[in-house]
């Protein structure tokens, strides 16, 4: 099998796994208070250009977006999040588990603009209503598409203006920067508080959540703890990220995803495929007959979308820092024949 | 000024008044468990035909809503409501707090259909998102719209398919049952639980909860404890209860406003005014040019729903027991002069 | 029966019902806003000497404590109490249902001491710990006994070195003054929020709110809101308080209280009868054999505190602003056939 | 520095790591569905004698106990535990922030017995106060104790005779086991959950929740996501559990642990020092002055609990699977020379 699947099912990178190798033996503090973690975190501060920033490693990103959000807003405080926001729809209401409300946004590219906002805002009046608080983007987001540093810098102004705080999932954050015209520095600069992904980017797990806003970093291990997101052995995350910030393999890696994803969206285009989105980055959205992806599934792992009419549906090609060019040749030429 | 603005700003009709002063001397065990509030529930029991239900008694509807959905759902199962739910956005997050999603219907005329719960529970698959488990209904709706006997039915047809729990919110009960086909035995036969609303029609203050599903009645007076919601000297709400339920007064108050928003509605109809929705009931939704509504503030009051376009705006018209021939002559008369 | 069980199962003091008779024509504004709630407020801010304090208003002390306390801290922030204290025991683990510790102290009179504070505040350290942040008092206490005026000083000055906020439930506020020499003005200066009890005190129903320290006043209508807090009619609730605060019955009634609770404790040492604390104020705990007690009840309401040793039980017995002479009478004269 | 300051700060025994690097290059699905979690959970199942059993793997204590606790219970519904409990003091509040309360209960040695779990139910009565429903265990406890087959078969008696869930946190099952008479097959008999801790006994990290009532599994993995606690590479902890499940070394492991540990223990009491408790395991808890525990801190790393009066302080010295006979006698030769 070829796995197109997602870009999370392989283990770590080489250069990440020899690192938890060569420092197994070491006998750190716990909890993340160790000089690994200390270390890539100043590593992450100083490639985001935010020394006062608070950076703090978790597991995983549904319990980095829960913790964050719950830890930044008080109870009748909500979020607003494009419906396509991976915290709308695919963590189960870890969110609303913490007591806040998701206002969902209709954006067909994943992407919220300062209309939207200033919609929403206006639309929420008094203590009846929740209180528009925290916006959630991702980037990439999670149909692909990318936001440039011009769209950051515009949500930023609207959120002074409407007294937001600007979060961004940056679960696939260096498949944005290379598909993009931003910088860590951006981040750093624009939001209140982000994450760099390393789950999806080389590492055998890890976010690094960066809390730029100094009102917002009060007290946030205690919510950590109480969420049970502190690992034990925090030194993990911090061995890890240093292995993959120091050096630049970070953005390494996902320039070769992107390449090979927008290899693939070339190749699907060639072969007159429609694609549900225009992806820059390394998740493509081709829309195929069911004989199609019948017939591919014999060979290729992917994920389907939803129905896209006449018979047709929307599938997920992912390709990561492990895909290869033959993997992509090979599903281009079974496509070819199949078609 | 003559009163248009809601059905709960005024005192208690004059028969709840007396019970109130009538008893007020007794003294009695407290939290509900007076012979008051036993009497009350075995009328509520007799009326909806359920020998077997749970009747607990409350002093308002977000906090019913609130402690009934939080004790009936697993953290992770979630409630399905149309987009003009009251538990959607008029009850500043209420229900998330308590950690359940709340899924949003789009519903021009703010009922909920067997294929919206459909498309809702296939859209909704696996641990990642939320299990759909509970799906609020208000009769009648924020709108002003009237679920039939036959539309329950077929809700409740649905609910057992694809197990789901079937609430009402009667906040407007009595208007419901008068403007449309059902009768309390029709909620006891149809839905899992209900309520039967107190505040907008006669009493000072008081929702009963009538919970009909033997599985949901389980340690529910402790939820109730939990969440604030039982009132010590809960004999107040078991006598006014009995005092509209017993000899019909519920059902008489909620005919009066019918009438009269019908008596109104007919009016704005006769001149040429638009109404943003056909309502049955006792809410009234004419549109009217900015001008007009200015003017029409000097004597009435009332609130704006939002834009309706070509500078005019949506407003509401709530018509009670409280309300008289002559409000709706004046306001009628005085729009005619404006247009 | 004559009646010791509480103070909370009589109707309204004459002038609250006739205050609620008297107003129940007008039309007002809902939820709160309305007039009388603006007067009892401000009449609430000059009693207690605090201009810039916010009044909100609640229909029950479960109610506002979870409410308040909920508001007031971060979800990793906790409470201190005394192990008597109504949060800790019965209100069904409200508090904790919003999210927060409470740290019970044994406090053998009900009350907290600034050494309790500094002890339990020197043993959470660090973030795999809550971090104690809010005190709460009853005053009077649980048990009867009544804080001082220089005990509430001691503990604000705890507090503030501290960093702690001070939180007093008043339920029983105009006993506590009564029996000791607190008056609403040292509230005012040495709490940063507390109660002020109606519904043990001549109210059908009513809890005021007054939060002092100006950094815990924001957003706070929306807790209230998101609580299911927020009665429709809020109009009665200000209504109530008016006719005990204007013209002082609120005073008067909890001295009358006390009163004939502090006749009942004397006439109960008189007869030789043990009393498991010594309360000034108008909740009495006597101590007596099993078969005292079942003949008791015969003619008596009251409730059973636990065992007390060698056979005998411990009771507790209310009077209040309902009581009389003769109910005091005829409750020692019985006993004193008993023993 | 010579380590006793816990048995979680160092990496992966060899045989771990092996295990991790050699599966590095599979492509598996996601979130713990991966054939290695199938594996390593019906070796569970197996090891336990419970085939009905559902197995799930979290990365933390705190996560899983959180978890668990959250999903088996109401919300009204309270946890008994004894003080020392890991969730009473050492996790921030994570069982209260999901909204239940935690029944503190004295217990010098760390343990629970019937006679406290019926005081607690006896205690606890009617809507009013939280509703007992899950026992809360460690084993071994916080403080180094065992609680024997006996002991454990005592308690599930009094919880199905109280209708109470008994639930063991085993973070360090193996050395319970070692020190005791339980096996694996108990907890599967005795418990209605128990974990299985990896992360202390050499893991990189990984606990294995093991529910035995059926009536507890369901929608698991729905608490599991929405608690950020489903682990993207789940394959992790799959290869983990069985690198150190098949074969026999995780019993190995912990009683290496426990042997170093009682080694210590004699050494300690025969140079004269008193202990605080009798820990039959890997956790020694000696009482020192505190000019001795300040020279010790030169060369060796442990934690202080407290005070121990006359001007001495309780110390933990913790022995793991990485502790050598060298370092047990280094520690023991130094505080000869001390004392």
Redesign the interface.
């Known amino acids: 099998?070829i796995?197109f699947?997602?870009d999370?099912?392989?283990?770590?990178h080489p250069a990440v796994?020899e690192a938890?190798?060569r420092?197994?033996?070491?006998?750190?503090?716990?909890y993340g208070c160790d000089e690994h973690c200390e270390s890539a975190s100043e590593t992450i501060r100083e490639l985001c250009d935010c020394p006062g920033a608070a950076v703090h490693f978790f597991?995983?990103?549904?319990?980095?977006?829960?913790?964050a959000i719950?830890?930044f807003l008080?109870?009748?405080e909500?979020v607003i999040a494009p419906e396509a926001g991976h915290i709308c729809?695919?963590?189960?209401?870890?969110v609303?588990?913490?007591?806040?409300?998701?206002i969902?946004c209709p954006a067909p590219d994943g992407k919220l603009t300062p209309a939207i906002l200033r919609s929403v805002c206006a639309g929420h009046t008094g203590?009846?209503?929740?209180?528009p608080k925290l916006v959630y983007i991702s980037n990439t987001t999670e149909v692909g598409t990318v936001y440039s540093r011009g769209e950051l810098q515009a949500l930023r102004e609207v959120c002074n203006e409407l007294n937001l705080f600007l979060y961004c999932d940056g679960a696939r954050l260096g498949c944005a920067m290379d598909a993009g015209d931003t910088a860590f520095e951006d981040y750093g600069a624009f939001c209140d508080a982000f994450t760099i992904g390393g789950?999806k980017n080389g590492l055998?797990?890890g976010e690094a959540l960066v809390i730029v806003r100094p009102g917002l970093q009060r007290?946030f291990?205690?919510?950590?703890?109480?969420?049970?997101?502190?690992?034990?052995?925090g030194r993990?995350l911090g061995v890890q990220f240093t292995a993959v910030l120091e050096g630049g393999l970070y953005l390494e890696l996902a320039a070769h995803a992107n390449r090979l994803g927008q290899k693939l969206a070339a190749g699907l285009k060639a072969l007159g495929i429609p694609l549900s989105v225009d992806s820059p980055s390394n998740q493509i959205f081709p829309i195929l007959p069911e004989a199609v992806i019948s017939a591919l599934t014999e060979d290729f792992t992917f994920e389907t979308q939803g129905p896209a009419g006449e018979g047709r549906t929307c599938v997920r090609l992912v390709t990561s820092w492990?895909s290869s060019e033959e993997d992509v040749d090979a599903v281009l030429a079974r496509l070819g024949e199949l078609l």
Chains 1, 2, 3, 4 share one sequence.
């Open positions: 099998m796995h699947r997602n999370y099912s392989m283990g770590a796994l938890l190798c420092t197994n033996d070491e006998l750190t503090i716990g597991t995983g990103g549904t319990q980095v977006n829960k913790t719950g830890a008080r109870s009748y909500a729809v695919h963590e189960s209401g870890a609303e588990q913490d007591g806040h409300k998701v969902h203590e009846h209503m929740v209180a789950t055998l797990f007290g291990r205690h919510n950590m703890k109480q969420q049970g997101a502190i690992l034990a052995k993990l492990r």
